[in-house]
Nanobody
Framework: QVQLVESGGGLVQAGGSLRLSCAAS????????LGWFRQTPGKEREFAAR????????YYADSVKGRFTISRDNAKNTVYLQMNSLKPEDTAVYYC???????????????WGQGAQVTVSS
């Protein structure tokens, strides 16, 4: 079992930055692929970024590529999402998630956090 708790959301002006953190508890954190997703009302949850267990391999959605950076600190059982050059369309609830398997595959995630609201004003 893995429990995930996000923090760091809030209100920011367009062009600004925020860093989300996701602290994990449970066993074998370093064995999990970690991802960030986001969801706005009335829309499906969408993928934003994911990172391999080692932290060396990352993937991004086209909508955030070049602006967002995912990273992890296995010693602290924490994954981060640095968000720069934020746009109003980035407004969403952001969720971190964990799963086993290869970072190269597109697989369902096993564990989810409760979400953190990010609001970008124009």
């Amino acid at each position: 079992q893995v429990q995930l708790v996000e923090s760091g959301g809030g209100l920011v002006q367009a062009g600004g930055s925020l860093r989300l953190s996701c602290a994990a508890s449970g066993r074998s954190f370093s064995n999990y692929v970690l991802g960030w997703f986001r969801q706005t009302p009335g829309k499906e949850r969408e993928f934003a970024a994911r990172i391999s267990w080692s932290g060396k391999i990352t993937y991004y959605a086209d909508s955030v590529k070049g602006r967002f950076t995912i990273s992890r600190d296995n010693a602290k059982n924490t994954v981060y999402l640095q968000m720069n050059s934020l746009k109003p369309e980035d407004t969403a609830v952001y969720y971190c998630a964990a799963r086993t398997g290869s970072v190269y595959s597109v697989s369902a995630y096993d564990y989810w956090g409760q979400g953190a609201q990010v609001t970008v004003s124009s």
